[in-house]
């Protein structure tokens, strides 16, 4: 069942204030979209404003497939790289998107399970407890081989990356090697088999399974967020199953444009299609 079947009434973001209020906690699962909805998009103005020598070069249309790119040098490859992480990730979003879920779930029982890698969440002031990135995060640097399951913070380097490289390059001193084996670093971005999942990545597994097994069968709000269909998997399928295996549970899903409830689920779930910031806004506005 599309989201267009629904009615108006079950649409609408009052219906959401509803379940939200009444609800004994509350799960996030966040996509793509959300970021996209804050300001981060990859396409467009922002990737030619910050890339233009790069688009000059090579012709490229977005920033997400440049990261791609097999370069020739890896001066070159943390040249790209380096601006990539400072404006995706230690710059805040354009938009409020992400201060204004945050206003809405403060003084809620809540846990955020995210496939997005750019520390959004907590910069907008989630607690760091109640959250856990699958996929990695852009502010990590593990070993690309990798020879041992450790991550290392790269804010200082990439910093430096910036500020020093010329002509697309950046010194070579500052090209990231592992401290154990020598061989270059990488992102700790869930692309291959070489991901490594740290202490960290686990903890946060494990406080993510006992918020959902502490509260299995109560009044709990899954809550789906710009989730696409690259990897259902992670939070769209589970939610889904969760929220049947539970007559309590509620299933909402707000996406720009991918919006779909199962038949099964379908009395237990709402669905906008629309722009999940203008969601957020007009549900601050009935809070206040």
């Given at each position: ?25 509350i ?32 012709g ?93 913070d ?12 010329k ?69 769209k ?52």
């Open positions: 069942m599309s989201c267009r079947d629904n009615t108006e009434a079950k649409t609408s973001p009052e219906n959401i204030k509803e379940k939200l209020d009444g609800a004994d906690a799960v996030i699962g966040a996509g793509a979209g959300l970021s996209t909805s804050a300001g981060f998009t990859y396409s467009g103005k922002r990737f030619e404003d910050n890339f233009a020598d790069f688009i000059e070069k090579y490229f249309k977005d920033m997400y497939s440049a990261g791609f790119y097999p370069y020739k040098t890896l001066e070159e490859h943390w040249a790209y790289w380096s601006r990539y992480i400072l404006i995706n990730r230690y710059q805040n979003a354009p938009k409020s998107v992400y201060n204004d879920l945050y206003n809405l779930v403060r003084d809620k029982d809540y846990f955020v399970l995210t496939t997005n890698v750019d520390h959004c969440f907590q910069k907008a002031g989630f607690d760091k407890h109640r959250l856990f990135y699958t996929q990695g995060d852009y502010g990590l640097w593990q070993c690309s081989k990798p020879c041992h399951n450790k991550t290392y790269n804010e200082s380097e990439i910093k430096k990356m910036v500020s020093q490289q002509n697309m390059l950046i010194p070579v001193g500052l090209v990231p090697h592992c401290p154990v084996c020598g061989a270059p670093m990488s992102m700790n971005l869930r692309a291959d088999d070489t991901f490594v999942e740290d202490s960290g990545w686990h903890k946060a597994a494990g406080r993510y399974q006992d918020f959902i097994r502490s509260h299995r069968g109560m009044k709990v709000i899954y809550l789906e967020l710009g989730v696409g269909g690259n990897t259902p998997g992670i939070i399928y589970p939610f889904w199953q969760m929220t049947y295996d539970n007559p309590e549970a509620m299933y909402i899903c707000i996406n720009l444009s991918e919006v779909y409830i199962p038949e099964k689920i379908r009395k237990q779930s709402i669905c906008i299609r629309y722009d999940i910031g203008k969601v957020l806004q007009q549900l601050q506005r009935d809070k206040q």
